[in-house]
Every structure is written in structure tokens, then in C-alpha cells.
């Protein structure tokens, strides 16, 4: 391939694509999914490599080789937390180590997220490397990677993805002249706890972890077109003189969500009826009803900002990169917004637990952070983008796993705090960790739950159905709140209801009454009370919530220097480039906080002080900031500074190291640049860089059941198309009304144009 600067087909414009195989798992190698099982794919010439995985494959939990406990504390410890309560009454403050002393404990049987294993194809007389015919891609647009050569007249092409309907990984090796595909497979491990034998066309991996007695299987079948299958004692599968070959797999857990055993099923009867279902079918068959189930999520949004692809792989796109006004700039961040939701649908869909740390791709069994669920913001923002980029199925198993944590959050509270409810703290596992640890600066934050909740009362909003707002949400908001009705405190100081021990995430000291910890209990009680409302809930309940809201410290406060304080004494630091910016969960995602108000400039103030570095999750929360604020240049900015430092060759974000929350929230960023509604009203293009002066935009949701197509020129918005799915009055906010605003009764199932042609 060239390295010129003419434009590309269009239909590359969601496409990935590399002259290189991937070298590095981490920076280069392209992610495919379907929720529960994902692949990382290398593109490698002589020996193909697919690391892969199953999401429930976790050391931990019941049955860990030292002990589990769930975090709760493993011996009682009566007036511990009063202690440490009064202490803070008295002392104003207290470092992370005094806290953790008092109220931490070390893990036990918390575990790790571990890599299944590698598939390794050895292609006998395949080149050494690459030459120019060489590329590797990834098409988003149909979640399929490819790889193409030409080697010794013979044009070869691999393609492989993951099908959520088909519930396998499968991959084809095709060659443009006959008798010329074969390969040898084989599956590796990092770890020695499996068996793999083959027998047939099948490759059978079965195994227990050695940690946790967890049970997986995977298997793999090949078909052919024309030469030959045969099995190896050692366990591999050998291809000889196909004119094609394909391979099917599927893998599984006897994992369930279910506590307090987090057992199930066997894997083997659902790993064999998956991959014999598939390979009983023709691959092309196959390969159309994973594109088709995958395009009706990935399609309903689209986006033109005015980018012209330039033939360049994209890890050369991305160097090129400068935050401009280029085309190949714009084709870049277009990409990168695109390319969250398809991580997404890849990540989360029905039937699995939801998007950890890395989504669902890891290639070791010690990964940063477990790859586990931190819940003082990852996971959260994991889930930012989905209801406005009109993916809201991909939360099903956000819910499911939120509500999985109600039965051992019920026992932490008890234990722990003393109180009814439900709590989570800092991070969790797929089993029930719901308690404490003792990393001193991120074992304490019992808002978790609270905002854990937010997600789902947001879906409720932007989909409208009472049903589950009754039946799925509601439950696990009232409960949440409370938690919180009972563990609230009077501050000494002022009266208020105040949360204590309050810990502003990963920074300062342990106070009373930190901003975020004041503005989550607030938006909990705000949501909890409204969907009290909807549904007529208990009024005794009602009232309580109104009198607590009444009385509760909101968390808002200006400081001496016209920023929102962080902490409710004005210690905030002018110098202090923190990368959580926890304050202005109000701002977001919370609904505290409207653009223009005082707390907003206040706001404003923080972020400034605050600078644009940080890590790469943190500089994607702040376009979502600067976007919220109405700043769409210093949004687009935030955007720029991700790509240009925390985005790596195959465009997944860095902390780093890799850490997917970032390309989520990039994603969710950009929707806030073109569309908000948490106040309302439906704004259209509130913060509209004017690096993107002209450009169009499909799907895109807002709250009220609406869904949006927009077109702007010059800057501002020039056709509005509102296709609404609930009968209810809506507000717009745009520059094409007089005054900047309509008020209309808009009709589920009607479209609406304005200006009506």
C-alpha cells in the first residue's frame, strides 16, 4: 500500500487498517466480540494468533484457595466505624492510612479476569513478513477482521469475527487459486490447568482453575472446502490442500451470577450445542446473520463531520493526527467516535456479564487491575455512550449485574455499616465483592451503588417504560436509597445531612461531607423520588426521601477563588491537576448543574485549574465536561488531547496501560457535543466546535423517547427531523426558533421536520 494522500473508498471510512501484523497484543493487535466471548486478532503470517476470551473466566470468588470473604469483615468490629466518624467530627480530617487502618482489610479470593487461551494456525510455506500487498483491517461497519497477501501468485485472505447469534468465534482462510490452504492449529495457555485433545475435525480444551475449581471448556471444529482434516495425538487439527477452510469456536464457564455459590451448569453441553449448531452451517450463512444482527445496532447512528479518508494505515492517521482542520482529522475523530460504540456492542450484549476494565479482551492471567469493575467511575462511564448512541440493549447486563450485587451488598451493609439497604464499594468481581479492602486510597466509596444506579433510571428516561422502571430499575434505586435514609449523619457544623466518611475518589484526605459524595446521595434521592412518583410508591416513603432531600448537604459550595469546592472547608489547590475532577458529578454525569448557572462557572473555574492532561479516561470525562458547559471548542480540545496522547495504534484508549472506559466515554463525549437533554428540554448542538462547521448526524437518542436526525451548515443547526416513540410535550432548544426554543405535543410513532418543509 501506498502512502499517499489521495482519498480512500468511502467505505473504508470505518475501517481500521494496518500494512504491519500486529506485534504487540496491547497496542496493535484488532478486538472482536460478542459480549460474552472476545479475540484479539495478529494478523501474523506464518503462525496466525487469536488470543481469546470468555468473560467469566475469573479466578476468585467461593472456593479461592485463600478464602473468600466478599470483603465484608471477617471479624466484628463494634464501634469501629463511629470511632472513625467522630474522630472526623473532631479532627476535620484523617489521612487515607489512618482510615484504612481502622477500617480495611486485606483481600481474599478477589481474583483476576484471565485470559482463555491462544489459537495458533501455522501456515507451512507461508512468507516470514510482510511485503506490500500486506494488510490487516478491521471493518466496524461489519465488526469483521481481515487479513490479505499475495504470496507466490496466489492471493490469500483470512477473515475472522465473533457472532453474538451464533455464539462462536469463527474464522476463514481462503486462497484465489484451488488446493492451496493449509494450516495446523493448536491452542496455548499461560496456564497448565487443561487438557486439549482432538479427534475428528474437534479440538476439545477442557480444564478447572487451579485457584477456584472454576470449570471452562472450548471447542473448536474445521470445515473444509476440497484437501483434508486430520486429528494429531498431540491436540491439534491439521488442514492439508483446501481450496478453503473455516473453523468455528465456542468456549464457556460453569460461572453463575448467582449468589452466595456463583455456580452453574456445566460448560460442556452449551459449548457442544453452540459449535456443532454453527458448524452445521455454512460459513457464508453464518458470517450473514452476525453482520445482520450486528448492523441493526451498529447502523442506527451515523456521523459527517466532513472527513475524507487518506489512504494511510491508521496507526499513521493517528500520528498525522493534529486537532486541525483537515479532513484526515475529521475522518480520525469520526472514527474514534464510531469505533466506541462498535467496542460496545462487541463488550456488552444480553447473556453476559457487562464491559470490564478492558471490555472483554485481556492476554494474561494478571491483568492491570484484575480488569476488574472499579465502580468509583469505570464501569460507569463504560455505559455513558449507550443510551444516547441508541444502543440501549448493550445495558442488559448491566443490569443484571447491578441487581446481582443487591443479595451480598444487603449483607455488607448490615455488617459493615449497620444499616438497611444495599452498598458496594470501590471495585468488585463477578462474585459479590461488595466490602473493603485496604489500598488506602481506593478502598472506601459506598457511593458506588448510588451512582450505579444512575444508568439505569437514565434508561428509563430515554426509553420511558414504566414497566421496567417497575420491575428492574425501581427496586434496586429504592433500595439503594435506603441504604442512605440510614446512614446519612448530622454535621455538627451546620446540620446538614452529611455522608462520613467522605472520600473525594483517589484524593486528598478523608473528610465530612465531600462535594461528590453529597452530589451522588443527591441525584440518587432526586431520581428515587421522582420514580417514586411515576409509579405511586409508598407515600410514607415518599416523604421521607422529600425531608431527607430537604435536609441533605447538596454538595455545592464556591470557593475563595471562584472554583466548586471539592471539599466542604476551602482547601482546593490552584496548582492541582488531579486526574479525577470528582467535584462535578453534578456537572456529569449528574443533572445538579445547569450551563449557565453559578455552580456552572464555578465549575468552569475547577476544570480550568485543573488543566488538560491526566490520563486517558480522565481527559475523555472531560469532554463530557467542557461539552456540558456549552464549550464545544474546549471539548473538541479534550478530544484532540486523547488522540494525540492517549490513544494507541489500534485506537483503544491508555491509561495506560489500556483501560476501554476512555474510548467509551470519547464516544459519549462527542453525543454531548451534538445532543443533551439530562435538564429536559432537547438541546440540539449545545456545544458545537467550530472545527466542525458543517455536518450530519443520524440516530442519535434523547430523553423523552426521541430519536434524531440532525444537519448543520455555518455552524448552526439547518434541519431538525425528530422521530418520536412516546406521546408526550417536548421542548427543542435550538438557533432555528425564534427565541431558541419549541414546545410541542409530539405523537408516538410520528416524525417531525423542522423547519416543516
Keep these: ?125 507461508a512468507p516470514t513478513g510482510p511485503d506490500g500487498s500486506y494488510r490487516r483491517s478491521l471493518d466496524i461497519a461489519s465488526a469483521v477482521a481481515g487479513v490479505a497477501y499475495s504470496h507466490q501468485g496466489v492471493a490469500y485472505t483470512r477473515e475472522f469475527f465473533a457472532s453474538y447469534p451464533g455464539k462462536v468465534i469463527a474464522g476463514r482462510f481462503s486462497a484465489d487459486q484451488p488446493g492451496k490452504i493449509g494450516f495446523t492449529l493448536r491452542y496455548t495457555s499461560p496456564r497448565d490447568d487443561f487438557s486439549a485433545t482432538a479427534s475428528g475435525d474437534r479440538l476439545t480444551v477442557k480444564g478447572a482453575l487451579q485457584d477456584n475449581g472454576l470449570r471452562f471448556e472450548a471447542q473448536i471444529r474445521v470445515r473444509t472446502d476440497g484437501g483434508s482434516v486430520s486429528a494429531g495425538a498431540d491436540g491439534t487439527l491439521t488442514v492439508s490442500g483446501a481450496d478453503r477452510a473455516w473453523f468455528v469456536l465456542a468456549a464457556g464457564t460453569d460461572y453463575a451470577d448467582t449468589y452466595p455459590d456463583y455456580r452453574g451448569d456445566d460448560p460442556h453441553a452449551a459449548v457442544t450445542g453452540a459449535v456443532d449448531a454453527a458448524a452445521g452451517r455454512s460459513y457464508d450463512d453464518l458470517r450473514a446473520d452476525h453482520v445482520s444482527d450486528y448492523r441493526a445496532l451498529f447502523d442506527r447512528v451515523s456521523l459527517d463531520i466532513g472527513q475524507q479518508l487518506p489512504d494511510l494505515p491508521t496507526s499513521s492517521l493517528l500520528t498525522q493526527y493534529t486537532g486541525g482542520t483537515s479532513a484526515a482529522d475529521r475522518a480520525l475523530e469520526a472514527l474514534f467516535f464510531q469505533y466506541g460504540r462498535y467496542l460496545l456492542i462487541a463488550s456488552s450484549r444480553a447473556g453476559s456479564l457487562p464491559a470490564n476494565l478492558q471490555g472483554v479482551w485481556n492476554n494474561v492471567t494478571e491483568p492491570p487491575w484484575s480488569a476488574d469493575y472499579h465502580v468509583n467511575i469505570n464501569l460507569q462511564m463504560n455505559y455513558w455512550l449507550a443510551e444516547v448512541t441508541n444502543l440501549a440493549e448493550t445495558t442488559a447486563p448491566y443490569d443484571r449485574y447491578v441487581e446481582s450485587m443487591r443479595a451480598p451488598g444487603r449483607r455488607t451493609a448490615q455488617e459493615i455499616f449497620e444499616s438497611d439497604g444495599w452498598v458496594v464499594n470501590n471495585e468488585t468481581n463477578p462474585y459479590g465483592f461488595t466490602g473493603l479492602h485496604n489500598w488506602a486510597t481506593s478502598f472506601w466509596f459506598p457511593e458506588a451503588a448510588a451512582w450505579l444506579t444512575q444508568q439505569m433510571y437514565d434508561h428509563y428516561r430515554f426509553n420511558g417504560s414504566t414497566d421496567y422502571l417497575r420491575s428492574t430499575a425501581y427496586p434496586v434505586m429504592k433500595e439503594a436509597a ?99 475532577v470528582s467535584h462535578l458529578f453534578g456537572l456529569h454525569p449528574g443533572r445538579q448543574i445547569e450551563a449557565g448557572s453559578e455552580w456552572a462557572e464555578a465549575a468552569k473555574v475547577s476544570l480550568t485549574a485543573r488543566g488538560d492532561g491526566g490520563t486517558g479516561w480522565s481527559k475523555a470525562w472531560k469532554i463530557n465536561f467542557w461539552a456540558r458547559l456549552r464549550d464545544g471548542d474546549h471539548a473538541h480540545k479534550m478530544l484532540s488531547e486523547q488522540l494525540k496522547s492517549s490513544t494507541l495504534p489500534n485506537l483503544w484508549d491508555t491509561h495506560p496501560p489500556f483501560q476501554i472506559d476512555g474510548n467509551f466515554g470519547a464516544t459519549s463525549g462527542v453525543a454531548e457535543m451534538l445532543v443533551q437533554s439530562q435538564h429536559g428540554p432537547v438541546e440540539v448542538l449545545p456545544a458545537l466546535p467550530a472545527s466542525w462547521p458543517d455536518g450530519q448526524v443520524t440516530g442519535l437518542r434523547a430523553r423523552g423517547g426521541v430519536t434524531l436526525d440532525l444537519v448543520w451548515s455555518g455552524g448552526r443547526a439547518s434541519r431538525i427531523t425528530l422521530h418520536a416513540s412516546r406521546t408526550t410535550d417536548l421542548t427543542l432548544r435550538s438557533t432555528l426558533f425564534p427565541g431558541g426554543e419549541h414546545t410541542f405535543r409530539a405523537s408516538a410513532g410520528q416524525t417531525y421536520v423542522f423547519p416543516d418543509a
Design 1 to 125: 500500500m501506498s502512502g499517499t494522500a489521495a482519498a480512500a473508498d468511502p467505505s473504508d471510512e470505518l475501517t481500521l487498517w494496518y500494512e504491519t501484523p500486529a506485534a504487540d497484543w496491547e497496542r496493535e493487535s484488532l478486538p472482536i466480540g460478542s459480549g460474552a466471548l472476545g479475540a484479539s486478532v495478529f494478523g501474523t503470517l506464518a503462525t496466525e494468533r487469536l488470543t481469546f476470551n470468555e468473560k467469566s473466566l475469573w479466578t476468585g470468588g467461593p472456593g479461592s484457595g485463600g478464602g473468600y470473604d466478599h470483603g465484608d469483615w471477617t471479624q466484628p468490629r463494634p464501634g469501629v466505624l463511629a470511632s472513625v466518624q467522630q474522630r472526623l467530627d473532631s479532627e476535620g480530617k484523617l489521612t487515607p492510612e489512618a482510615v484504612a487502618a481502622e477500617l480495611g482489610q486485606p483481600k481474599r479470593g478477589f481474583g483476576a479476569y484471565q485470559v482463555f487461551g491462544d489459537l495458533e494456525l501455522a501456515v507451512p510455506g
Design 482 to 580: 435506603e441504604f442512605w435514609l440510614g446512614f446519612l449523619r448530622t454535621d455538627p457544623r451546620d446540620g446538614k445531612l452529611v455522608v462520613t466518611p467522605s472520600y473525594s475518589p483517589e484524593h486528598g484526605d478523608f473528610t465530612v461531607g465531600a462535594a461528590m459524595s453529597q452530589q451522588i446521595v443527591h441525584d440518587l434521592f432526586t431520581n428515587t423520588l421522582e420514580a417514586a412518583q411515576t409509579l405511586g410508591d409508598d407515600p410514607a416513603f415518599r416523604t421521607r426521601l422529600e425531608d431527607t432531600l430537604g435536609n441533605l448537604d447538596p454538595g455545592l459550595r464556591i470557593g475563595s477563588w471562584g472554583q466548586l469546592m471539592e471539599w466542604k472547608t476551602d482547601v482546593d489547590s490552584q496548582t492541582d491537576d488531579h486526574r479525577h
